[in-house]
Structures are given as structure tokens and as C-alpha cells.
């Protein structure tokens, strides 16, 4: 009987050993990286949406409205239509078709995006303008890029509207080159050479769940 | 397991000599099972956490990335587009616009690197001059003032027979159409099985573009326009004023092969246009039909690359890609 017992505690404290270093173990690991151990946001919708911007990107640079996007800022001073003192656009696209299709594609479903133009000047130092800001991007904003082409006659476009009543970006007779040539009229990107290559303009956009 | 079942078994049994231990052993058992339900709990979690970690990774994208160096491709056949075109307008000989482009988009190609540099991939794109270019010419008028006709101011001309066709662009003054459909101005492209026909002509407030596909089924787009404005039509992109105009398409979906390309009515409309064929100059300059570029006068038909081979090469991580485009930006049929 007394050998029994013994035997009992033995088992006992083996059990409660393994307890113990099971608690530490649970407790290392229950802090592993889980899809929604930082945010709600997942691998899966990052994954999403930045194929979404690549398709939004992809999508308005085939038709051209990213261009025309690009180019829609006034003679005077080189700024974006219809944006306030802070010289970008912060509730959601530029009123353009690339706009209506970022506001289609995000911020209609929650999600929040940045818009930056990268370009260069002097041919070497990298310059970043905002388009659209809405805030600083969390830890899961991912980003995609697409390289738009300026020639020298490339025209600015101007504030209109599509068949449908939608605002576009609608082309006018400035030309890049002709602007350049103006003494008061600019462009925020300056002529990168001498031929008929104007600039390469990088487009960012970067989304975020809200 | 220990032997503790007989022990208490025996303790009942002789419970007049021994003090009775049955409770004690009993607490005994079922804390020790208690505490291997836990364990098996716990181990149960950690298999679950394990099983969601592993869904979690395995569902990380591992395979090649290739997105990057698609949209660069995209970007290069674009942008020489855009280029080759631009370095057309500048004129010149076959020799000095492969030279003028080879130029150019070395260009193009210096400023895109240092972009995506900041991505961390590495990117070149050249003119491949060993592939011969397509020469062509670029059939044009710079005179917005002026009417489609030809030189001698034929209302009704061929402006080249069996070829092909791309960057059809008009800016047509909305002042000069006609208001009837039947009498505007008409641009056909035949390819003598199928002609597509697309007529542009103007009411009070809008102009119109009836396009009347292989099988004579005609359709319209408009935009609005006053007097005064000029209406930009791209042909092949499918564009009036910058918006889409899907009637045109029918040139892309009703034609194939060579093309014949004419005017009908060309007093009915003023304004710029260009359009490229893959004839050498020598073969469609008709000296009835055009002047000679530098003149002055319209309609012009000066040499023009009508095609031209790029090559871009993506470098970045595990990829490495290198291709070879042809570019032939707005092509018909």
C-alpha cells in the first residue's frame, strides 16, 4: 500500500512538472503570428489588395487616364485642379476617371490609399509630389508602382466631363513643351532631356485597410 | 499506472484493523487525471496554434515573382510607344529616326532605372538595332485650318492601298462638319473583304461618330462640343475626346490583314490628323496626293518608323527576365 502510494506522488509530480512546462511552452506560443495577431488585417487581403492596385494601375494607364491624371494641373502654378492650401487631394481620387476608379476600387469598400508621383530632377535626384494623402499608412498598407511616360507633347488637361456626366480629365492645347517655353506658365516636373522624352513619372499607390 | 485500486480494495476489507484510506487515494487519482486532462488540453492548443501558423505560411506567396517585371514590360511598351511616335513627328531619315529613338528611350531608360531602383530591382530597356525596324511613313497634316482633301483638293481620295495601318488620330475642328450623317466626312478602311466606315458629323451641341462595322450595322458615340472647340478622335484606341468610343472597335474585330485606307466627303471636315502605314515612303508618296515633309503644305507623307524591336531586362530578388517587344503602338486590324 505504502509502495502504491509512492508511486501515486511519483506520477504526480511528473504530471505536474509537465504542467508546469507545458504552461510555459502555451505561453511562448500562444503569441505565435496568427493571420490576425496584429491587425484584422490578413496575408489574404494584403495579397487582395495589392493585386487590386496593380489591376487599377494596369488598368488606368491602358486607357490613359493615369496620364491624363498626371497631367491635370494648372498652367499658373504647376498645382493639382480643385485641391485646397495643403496641394493634394485628401477625401478620396482627383475628380479624373483614375480618381472615380481608386474611389471605386478602395475607399467605397474601406480602404484607405495614398497616391505619390516619384520623378526626377536634374536626371538624378528623386522627388516625391503627393497626389492624394490620406494619413500616414498603417504597418499592413502595401504598395504598388507603374511608370508613366511624359513627351514633350504631352498636353496638360483641364476639368471635364465624360458623356455620362462624370468629371475627367479632358485634354487641353497646352503642351508640356509649350509650358516649358512660357515664362508664366509650369509644370511641377521639369524637362529631363533634351529630345522629345519629357519625363518618366513613377505613380505609387499605397492601400490600407482603414 | 500505479497499483492504487487494490489498495483500497484491501483497506475496505480489513477495515477494522487499518484506518480507512479510501477517500485520501481516491483525491489522489483524480487530481492526477485532472492534471493529464489539462496536459492533453494544453497539447491540443499547441497543435492548433501550430496547424493555424502553418495555413499562415503556406499561404505566403513563394513562388517567382513575376508581377514587377510584367508591369515593366507594360511600362517599356508604352513609353516607346509614346517615344516612337514623338521622334516620328521630329522627322527625318529611316537612319536618323532609328538613331533619334535608339536616343531617346536611352533616356527613357536612365530615368526609369533610377526609379525603380528605389524598389530594389534593376531595369534596362535598349532599341535592339540588329531586328531590322518596319519602315514606314507617316501620313499627316499639321494645317488645323485646312480640309482633308488631298493636295489637289479631292474631296474623294485613297490615301494608301494595302497596307497596314496604325495611329489613325484626328482633331477635327466641330465648326467645319457637316449636319447630316449621309454627307459628312467618312474615313473607310477595307481590307476587301469587310470595309469599316466612320463617319463624323455634328447637331447643335454634340458631335458624333456613326461607325458602320463589316456587317453594315451602324453605331454612334458623341460628346458634347460648342463652337469653336476641336474633337480629337483616336481610331484605333477607341477614343473620342479622351473617352471611350466603343464602336470603334470595329476596326480592330471587323478587319484582318492589309488595309485600304481613304476619305470620303474630306471637304466636310478641318483640322490636324496623322495615321502610319508599313510602306516606305518611296512606295505610298504620290506626289498628286502629298507634299513633301518641310514644305509647309498639306497633307504631308514623310518617312516614318512604322515598327520598331525593344528590349527591356527586370532584375530583382530570385527574377531575371529579358524580353524582346515589338512596338507598333495604335495598330489596326
Redesign the interface.
Known amino acids: 500500500m505504502t509502495v502504491s502510494r509512492a508511486q501515486a506522488h511519483a506520477l504526480e509530480a511528473i504530471v505536474a512538472a509537465m504542467v508546469l512546462l507545458a504552461s510555459v511552452t502555451f505561453a511562448l506560443q500562444v503569441t505565435a503570428v496568427t493571420p490576425l495577431t496584429a491587425s484584422t488585417s490578413s496575408q489574404h487581403i494584403e495579397n487582395q489588395q495589392a493585386a487590386v492596385a496593380d489591376g487599377v494601375l494596369t488598368a488606368a494607364a491602358e486607357t490613359g487616364a493615369l496620364k491624363r491624371t498626371v497631367l491635370f494641373t494648372h498652367p499658373e502654378n504647376g498645382s493639382f485642379y480643385d485641391i485646397d492650401a495643403r496641394g493634394y487631394y485628401v477625401d478620396g481620387g482627383p475628380p479624373t476617371a483614375f480618381g472615380e476608379m481608386l474611389d471605386e476600387s478602395f475607399l467605397d469598400r474601406g480602404i484607405a490609399f495614398n497616391v505619390y508621383l516619384h520623378y526626377l530632377r536634374d536626371r538624378e535626384v528623386r522627388r516625391t509630389t503627393r497626389l492624394v494623402y490620406m494619413g500616414e499608412p498603417s504597418d499592413h498598407a502595401v504598395s504598388r508602382t507603374r511608370l508613366v511616360t511624359l513627351a514633350d507633347d504631352d498636353a496638360l488637361t483641364e476639368p471635364g466631363t465624360s458623356p455620362g456626366g462624370d468629371p475627367r480629365a479632358v485634354e487641353t492645347t497646352k503642351t508640356l513643351e509649350s509650358v516649358a517655353a512660357e515664362t508664366d506658365e509650369t509644370y511641377f516636373i521639369q524637362d529631363g532631356s533634351a529630345g522629345p522624352l519629357y519625363a518618366v513619372v513613377d505613380v505609387e499607390v499605397v492601400v490600407w485597410r482603414m | ?4 485500486t ?2 483500497v480494495e ?2 475496505s476489507d480489513a477495515a477494522d484493523d487499518l484506518p480507512r ?1 479510501g477517500g485520501d ?1 481516491r483525491g ?2 483524480m ?2 487525471a485532472a ?2 486532462i ?2 492533453l488540453l ?2 491540443l ?2 497543435t492548433l ?1 501550430t496547424a ?2 502553418t ?2 505560411l503556406a ?3 513563394t513562388d517567382t515573382d513575376l ?1 514587377g517585371a510584367v ?2 514590360g ?2 517599356v511598351e ?2 516607346a510607344g ?2 516612337l511616335d ?2 516620328n ?2 522627322g527625318g531619315t529611316y537612319g536618323e529616326l532609328a538613331d ?1 529613338f535608339d ?2 528611350l536611352g ?2 531608360s ?3 532605372a ?3 531602383a ?2 530594389g530591382a534593376a531595369t534596362d530597356a535598349s532599341y535592339v538595332d540588329h531586328a531590322d525596324p518596319v519602315e514606314g511613313t507617316r501620313i499627316s497634316q499639321p494645317d488645323a485650318a485646312r480640309n482633308f482633301t488631298d493636295r489637289n483638293e479631292t474631296a474623294d481620295w485613297t490615301l494608301a492601298s494595302d497596307v497596314g495601318v496604325r495611329g489613325v488620330r484626328f482633331n477635327v475642328s466641330r465648326d467645319s462638319l457637316s449636319t447630316s450623317n449621309a454627307s459628312s466626312f467618312h474615313l473607310v478602311v477595307d481590307d476587301e473583304t469587310n470595309a469599316v466606315e466612320t463617319a463624323v458629323y455634328r447637331d447643335s451641341s454634340r458631335v458624333f461618330v456613326a461607325v458602320e462595322d463589316g456587317g453594315g450595322v451602324e453605331t454612334t ?4 462640343a460648342d463652337a469653336g472647340d ?1 474633337v ?1 478622335i483616336d481610331v484605333a ?1 477607341g ?1 473620342l ?4 468610343c466603343d464602336p470603334l472597335d470595329a476596326v480592330h474585330t471587323d478587319l484582318d490583314g492589309s488595309v485600304t485606307v481613304s476619305y470620303r466627303n474630306a471637304a466636310e471636315a478641318e483640322g490636324t490628323y496623322e495615321l502610319y502605314v508599313n510602306e516606305t515612303n518611296a512606295t505610298v508618296f504620290d506626289a498628286t496626293k502629298y507634299e513633301p515633309a518641310g514644305s509647309g503644305s498639306s497633307p504631308v507623307a514623310q518617312e516614318a518608323l512604322y515598327a520598331v524591336t525593344v528590349s527591356y531586362v527586370y532584375e530583382s530578388g530570385e527574377t531575371y527576365v529579358y524580353r524582346e517587344l515589338r512596338v507598333a503602338p495604335g495598330e489596326v486590324a
Open positions: 499506472m500505479a497499483d492504487v487494490d489498495a484491501r483497506a484510506l487515494d489522489q487519482l487530481l492526477v492534471l493529464a489539462a496536459v494544453v497539447g492548443a499547441l496554434n493555424i501558423y495555413e499562415n499561404t505566403r506567396t508581377d508591369n515593366h507594360g511600362a508604352a513609353g509614346t517615344l514623338e521622334v513627328r521630329e533619334g536616343e531617346t533616356n527613357w536612365d530615368g526609369a533610377t526609379l525603380a528605389v524598389r458615340c458623341s460628346v458634347a476641336y480629337t484606341d477614343r475626346n479622351g473617352t471611350a
